[in-house]
């Protein structure tokens, strides 16, 4: 695996010292449900700092991989690391946006009760929420904008402005790496240039790993990019190269479509 050698050496030297973990390691990972794998062979490695971009088509393990860094799923086969710490303790660092359900916005609650419910984890056994998990909420809506409307109930937002409140919810934990699964599919092409100026700002301060089966908007805002179908091409570089398309790895139609451009440059990170 000498693509595999050179990329760990890389990064090695790039930002490591020997205490340092990355972000997210996966090693060989095989995953899925009632014993057949749905993923194969992943090996991904998510630095800190990173603004990692993964696409794929429907179907193609987006979620279920998420769900294996998260700990929700145990591998058949190889190794998970957050911060080189297994995924039930390394998810204390993980705040998580789930892919958008419709039934999500028939709940019945407040923006409000939605940015609290991100401290759930951090309470304990107490039912009580602290001042401590109040000024947490706070935070995170006013990091999304959405602090004037935390009255408001989720299911009258619009979609941007919904998905905003989720990522507020996912912010509340005061993660230091965001899983962001699909956070654009159900918001309309100015609510999505939106959230994504918000995650290059949120950038700043975590690390990032962003899965999507929609090719336009991600490819602008990440610093690396990967492609998923059962199993994964990951390129060191933040381009997309004929390479990744060609090998058989179906990506979505659209990145297909834009291939004749030898190297599409990402922008500067
Ligand atoms: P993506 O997020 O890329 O659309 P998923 O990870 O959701 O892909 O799904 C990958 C494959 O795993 C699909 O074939 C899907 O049907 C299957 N799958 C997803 N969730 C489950 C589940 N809970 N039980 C069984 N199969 C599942
Ligand atoms: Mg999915």
């Not at 693509?3 to 899925?32: C, N, W, Y």
């Not at 190889?78 to 958008?100: D, F, S, T």
């Not at 709940?107 to 984890?121: E, F, N, Q």
């Not at 190269?241 to 599409?264: F, N, W």
Request: include cysteine; glycine fraction near 8%.
């Amino acid at each position: 695996m000498g693509a595999e050698h050179s990329f760990q050496e890389r990064g090695a030297k790039r930002s490591r010292s020997a205490m340092d973990e990355p972000a997210i390691s996966l090693r060989d990972v095989t995953a899925g449900y009632d014993g057949r794998p749905t993923i194969e062979a992943i090996t991904l490695e998510v630095e800190e700092g990173d603004f990692y971009g993964i696409i794929g088509p429907n179907g193609g393990g987006k979620s279920t991989l998420l769900k294996v860094i998260l700990g929700l799923i145990a591998p058949m086969k190889g190794a998970v690391r957050i911060m080189g710490l297994p995924p039930e303790e390394g998810r204390r660092h993980i705040g998580y946006l789930p892919q958008y359900a419709d039934y999500d916005k028939v709940y019945p609650i407040s923006v409000w009760d939605v940015a609290l419910m991100g401290r759930r984890s951090r309470r304990g056994i107490s039912p009580w929420y602290s001042s401590e998990d109040r000024r947490a909420a706070e935070e995170a809506l006013d990091a999304v904008n959405m602090l004037d409307h935390r009255e408001r109930n989720i299911g009258k937002l619009s979609g941007g402005q919904r998905q905003r409140v989720f990522i507020a919810r996912a912010l509340a934990s005061r993660p230091k790496i965001l899983l962001l699964d699909e956070p654009t599919a159900s918001v309309d092409p100015e609510g999505q240039e939106s959230i994504f100026a918000l995650f290059s700002e949120l950038n700043k301060e975590m690390t990032i790993l962003l899965v999507s089966h929609d090719v336009g908007m991600i490819t602008t805002h990440v610093n690396k990019l990967a492609c998923i179908n059962r199993t994964i091409v990951t390129h060191d570089e933040p381009v997309i190269t004929p390479e990744m398309l060609q090998k058989g790895y179906s990506c979505p139609v659209d990145l297909i479509a834009h291939g004749d451009v030898p190297h599409r440059m990402l922008r500067n990170h």
